[in-house]
Each structure stands twice: as C-alpha cells, then as structure tokens.
C-alpha cells in the first residue's frame, strides 16, 4: 500500500484503473440486463478506426484526440447496429458480428497505413491492442475522470427512464418515452466506458471490463440499484488489484492482469453468491433430495400402518435399510430428530423397530394431501 502511494506510475495506473473499473461496471450493468453483452465487443473493436483516426488528425500520439476519435468510430458502430436491426431482418448477433467485421477491419488497415508512414510518433500505437497501462500520465487520469463523471451523471439523470428500457422496453414505448433516444444514449455512453479502458486495457480485452464486473454483480442481488453498485465495486477493485499485482510482479502485462482479477470476482460470484452461487445450488439440491427421501420414508411406514389398521404399527428396521438401502438410516434419523418416529424393541430377537409418532401421523396425511393423495 505505501509503493501504491508514492511510485507514480503505480498511483496512476491503480486511479486510472479504478476509474476505468466503475464507469464499466455501472454501465455494463445495464449491457447485461439488455442482453447485450456482445456490445460491448463489437465497440471496443469498433474503436481501433478511431485510435488511427485521432492520431492522424492530431499528428502524434495524443490521448484526447485519440479517445475522442474512439468514441466517434464507436458511436458510429453502435448506431450502425441499430439501423440493422431496425430497418433489416437481421437479428442482433449478426448485426454485432457484421459491425465488428467492418469496423475493426477498417481499423488494421489504418493501423497499418500509419506504420508505413516512418512517423516517429507513431511509437506504441499499437498498444492500444493489448493496453499499455505504463503510459499514463496524470493528465490522462483527469481525462478518465472527466468521461466517469460524465457517465455517472447521466445514469443519475436518467436512472428510472434506463431502469424501465432494461427491463420492458415494451411498456416503455407504450408510456411514450423516446426509447430509440434512450437506446441511443445507453449505447454511446458504453462507449465511452469502453472509451476510457483502450490504454489500460486495449481493444481486445476490453469487452471483459465491460460485462465481468456486472456478471459478478448480478449473482449477488435482486435490486439493480445494489446491482450497479456491487458492479462499481468489482470493477475499481479488480482494477486496482490487478495494477497492484502486475507492478510487484516482474513481466506482467497490467491489462490482463486487471481482466483476471474481474474473472475471478466472476468465478467466485458464481460459487458462492447466497442465492445464485453453483455451490449453494448444489447443496440446497443435495438437501432437497434428502428432504424427499425421508418425505417417501415417512409416507411408507404411514401406508404400512394404515395397511395393518394400526397407527402405532412397528416397522422394523433391518427391513428399511433392506428396502431403502444405507440411505435409510439418515432419513429415519432425521425424521426421529423431528418427532415423527421413536425407535423401540418390539421384538428383541428381531431388533430395533421405527413406529410412528402422532405427530409423524398427521405429518405422512399432510404430505399425502399436498401430493393430491387420499390419506
């Protein structure tokens, strides 16, 4: 923590990382919900023209004209989108696919154009590919400030008419809202997300910042307020860690690095989210399947007592775990746990006995009634 404090290059990869990994999360939330998480892909490709462009316009290697250009070459891309799936039979997949084709083709021959050009400015352009967080200067970092504030803002302003487009688009066409303006306006301010990673991240691994953080998110909560927020969160900590990380190591990208860290908080999101997480899916499953096992246990030794026309029947035990196999054990165990069974030697010659209780009686009729069952 002190060398993220006092080596300067440290301090503004880890800001401009941090920065980088909010505005993608907030935004990227709303890609997510929208089921547009290819999007993000295709304008993080579509922004390769725009890199070449700004710096053929400003003549050298300089961050505003070339973010600004991003953002341009990527707005086209996201509006080009649009007009295809609005005014063809395209389907969204392909109308991304044919963007990302176009745009990012149109991009390398730029990029190779500039690289015939023997300018000498042309220096590490290309690592807009892949990032090269090393180059940031302060000056870049206020500029990624000023994108992040600009898009929170707007989400703030726009946050219930964003809200209905995420979830009924539909109804909030038949309110009269304009959602083509909205759709349009989501859409250019992911690109400026996306804007805002090319130098730390690169074009082709910035579709991660944008969609990670809020996949973590989303397993996590219900409520896309918590949502956007836990997206924040992930995305200024995977940025930070991973800056961190790729300056103590020695020969790591910081890019990738930054992407890993997003990944994990999606690995780990996905294992052991209360609600969502694969691993509490599993073991809810394993005790749901228990659950059924002693609810069938039960049923049987109800079904066996009324077949005798005695409710406190004894059934014997050696006959269950022959029947039931070792699995029997737990759940008679687990149903004495409850009160719905005592064990007792009715015979002792042919060993411990399961009867039913009162309780376990009523229980076996309730079960019986639910499953639409005369008891």
């Given at each position: 923590m002190l060398e993220l404090f006092s080596d300067f290059t440290l301090r503004n990869v880890a800001m401009g990382a941090a920065l980088l990994g909010i505005s993608s999360g907030v935004l990227g939330?709303?890609?997510l919900l929208r089921e547009q998480s290819l999007l993000g892909d295709t304008l993080?490709?579509?922004?390769?023209?725009?890199?070449?462009?700004?710096?053929?316009?400003a003549g050298g290697r300089n961050l505003l004209p070339i973010l600004l250009g991003a953002l341009v070459t990527g707005a086209l891309a996201a509006l080009f989108v649009l007009l295809?799936?609005?005014?063809?039979?395209?389907?969204n997949d392909a109308a991304l696919g044919i963007a990302l084709s176009l745009f990012f083709a149109v991009g390398t021959v730029l990029l190779t154009y500039i690289g015939n050009q023997n300018n000498a400015g042309q220096a590490g352009l290309d690592a807009f590919?892949?990032?090269?967080?090393?180059?940031?200067?302060?000056?870049?970092?206020?500029?990624?400030?000023?994108?992040?504030?600009?898009?929170?803002?707007?989400?703030l302003g726009f946050w219930k008419e964003f809200k209905l487009l995420s979830f009924d688009p539909g109804f909030a066409g038949s309110l009269g809202l304009p959602t083509l303006l909205l759709d349009i306006i989501m859409t250019v301010m992911i690109a400026l997300a996306i804007v805002i990673g090319l130098q730390l991240v690169g074009v082709v691994l910035m579709a991660a910042m944008v969609i990670?953080?809020?996949?973590?998110?989303?397993?996590?909560?219900?409520?896309?307020?918590?949502?956007?927020?836990?997206?924040?969160?992930?995305?200024?900590?995977?940025?930070?860690?991973?800056a961190?990380?790729?300056?103590?190591?020695?020969?790591l990208a910081t890019g990738p690095v930054i992407v890993l860290c997003a990944s994990v908080f999606v690995i780990v999101s996905l294992l052991f989210a209360p609600e969502r997480g694969l691993l509490w899916a599993a073991l809810r499953s394993v005790r749901?399947?228990?659950?059924?096992?002693?609810?069938?246990?039960?049923?049987?030794?109800?079904?066996l007592a009324d077949a005798h026309g005695n409710p406190q029947y004894p059934s014997e035990a050696g006959m269950m775990n022959l029947?039931?196999?070792?699995?029997?054990r737990r759940a008679l165990r687990k149903l004495a746990s409850k009160g719905y069974l005592v064990k007792t030697e009715h015979m002792r010659e042919e060993g411990p006995h399961w009867v039913l209780t009162d309780a376990g009686y009523e229980r076996a009729r309730e079960l019986l009634g639910e499953m639409g069952l005369a008891a």
């Open positions: 939330s709303f890609a993080s490709h579509a922004a390769l023209p725009g890199v070449c462009l700004g710096f053929l316009i295809l799936t609005r005014r063809s039979r395209l389907k590919l892949f990032g090269q967080a090393a180059s940031i200067l302060p000056a870049d970092v206020a500029v990624m400030a000023v994108i992040t504030a600009l898009s929170l803002a707007l989400v990670a953080p809020a996949a973590a998110a989303r397993q996590w909560t219900r409520r896309l307020g918590a949502m956007v927020t836990l997206a924040a969160v992930f995305g200024a900590l995977s940025g930070v860690v991973g961190v990380i790729s300056a103590l190591a020695t020969g749901q399947r228990r659950e059924l096992h002693s609810h069938q246990v039960l049923i049987d030794l109800y079904q029947y039931y196999g070792t699995d029997a």
